[in-house]
């Protein structure tokens, strides 16, 4: 039996090692946490996961919460235009259901599920000199925790990654009370030109059904404002800020409280892809998973998304690679394949982090007039190659809106 160790206990490595499991591989799982831990812990992300990751947590048996779980059935978007009002907005709904559970929820019972297939939990801050001693003992190590000594281990790669330095000062904050949206529930997005991004979605707390409220701010710029302050001193931050620029929104979150006392998070970080493999001290090589190799800025809700595609993609790679080693080639080509669909992602999210060019400008004064470009758009959150098609190229945008009469 070929032996297997991930050290880290979150979406990709939990939904990986699940998968590994039932494939009669053995897998050790290494957390700095318990499941104990991180349900009393803080909040982690907003976590708003489309279809095709979905399709990928189903096709393993992990999908645990069903009806429970708030459904995102689409997504809104409004461009602010700086006097209280929208500029324009559209709405669309998601061809396949969306849902996000927080992590909390999510990753204790993961682990405990992981544990009942017959894989093995490992309780420690596993640091370099513990990725020798995994190297030592098994086939291949990966690492799928984003943060610390051994994620420093991977080298940033230049050519993929356009930014050095973090490009939205990120918080949110999970609430009840707020009122629904008007159409469906779903994803409420809101642009803020030159200031910023404001978002809502329903989600599955530890508590139950609440919502998240997402502000991700232009560095030095009056939504890069959250460094330091308290849970409440946080929320009453976003009520005022909800006042000045989203008016609308604030309207839905007059009657707003925190679900808990760690249910807000703020911080910053710079967009970042990482070559796939990295040397240990004493020459062996381990393989970097989701984050650690593509972390992407959270404003297209594709974190873990990619994380469960990172996930599903490398489980397909080493189930097709057989009795062979798992050497630096195969490590390449690990990522290599999961890379074809996540440079859309990174491309398309690193984009958004612009001033949206002319051409996307004329794509969303459509949309708020045409149902099936705003279909469109909206459905690339699942799918973002398909943006490349129509989105993000001036001449394809010229030739689409002229096929749809738009």
């Not at 992300?45 to 048996?61: C, D, I, P, V, Y």
């Not at 070559?275 to 404003?299: E, F, M, R, W, Y």
Request: aromatic share 8%; proline share 5%.
């Amino acid at each position: 039996m070929r032996k297997i160790t991930i050290v880290g206990a979150g979406q990709a490595g939990l939904q990986l090692g699940i998968g590994l499991i039932d494939h009669g591989f053995d897998v050790t799982i290494v957390s700095n946490r318990t499941g104990d831990q991180i349900r009393e812990g803080r909040v982690m992300s907003s976590q708003a996961m489309f279809g095709t990751a979905l399709a990928h947590e189903r096709n393993l048996g992990l999908d645990f919460w069903g009806d429970a779980c708030p459904s995102i059935a689409g997504l809104g978007a409004s461009i602010a235009d700086g006097q209280g009002g929208r500029a324009l907005s559209f709405d669309a709904r998601l061809d396949a259901t969306a849902r996000s559970i927080d992590q909390r929820v999510k990753m204790p019972l993961w682990m405990g599920e992981f544990a009942r297939r017959g894989g093995r939990l490992e309780l420690c801050e596993a640091g370099i000199e513990d990725l020798e001693r995994y190297a030592a003992e098994s086939d291949l190590v990966i690492v799928a925790a984003g943060k610390g000594e051994i994620a420093g281990l991977f080298e940033r790669d230049a050519m993929r990654s356009p930014y050095d330095a973090p490009q939205r000062a990120l918080a949110l904050a999970y609430v009840t009370g707020m009122a629904a949206l008007p159409d469906r529930p779903g994803v409420s997005f809101n642009v803020i030109p030159g200031v910023g991004e404001y978002f809502t979605m329903p989600s599955l707390t530890t508590s139950g059904p609440c919502d998240i409220m997402f502000f991700e701010g232009i560095p030095g710029g009056p939504l890069d404002c959250f460094d330091g302050l308290t849970p409440h001193e946080q929320l009453a931050k976003f009520q005022e800020l909800l006042r000045t620029y989203v008016p609308w929104e604030a309207e839905r979150c007059t009657d707003v409280t925190l679900t808990d006392g760690n249910g807000t998070l703020a911080g910053r970080f710079a967009p970042t892809v990482r070559k796939p493999v990295a040397t240990l001290p004493s020459g062996a090589q381990v393989l970097g998973l989701a984050d650690v190799v593509v972390l992407n800025d959270p404003i297209t809700g594709q974190g873990s998304n990619n994380a469960s595609k990172c996930a599903a993609s490398y489980l397909s790679t080493i189930l097709d690679h057989g009795e062979r080693p798992y050497d630096a080639a195969f490590m390449e080509l690990a990522f290599g394949r999961f890379w074809d669909t996540a440079e859309a992602a990174t491309t398309w999210t690193n984009a958004m982090l612009g001033a949206p060019p002319q051409h996307v400008l004329e794509l969303f004064g459509a949309a708020s007039a045409n149902s099936r470009i705003a279909a469109r758009f909206v459905n690339g959150f699942d799918d973002p190659r398909d943006l490349f098609r129509w989105f993000m190229d001036p001449v394809a945008a010229k030739n689409y809106l002229t096929e749809v009469g738009a």
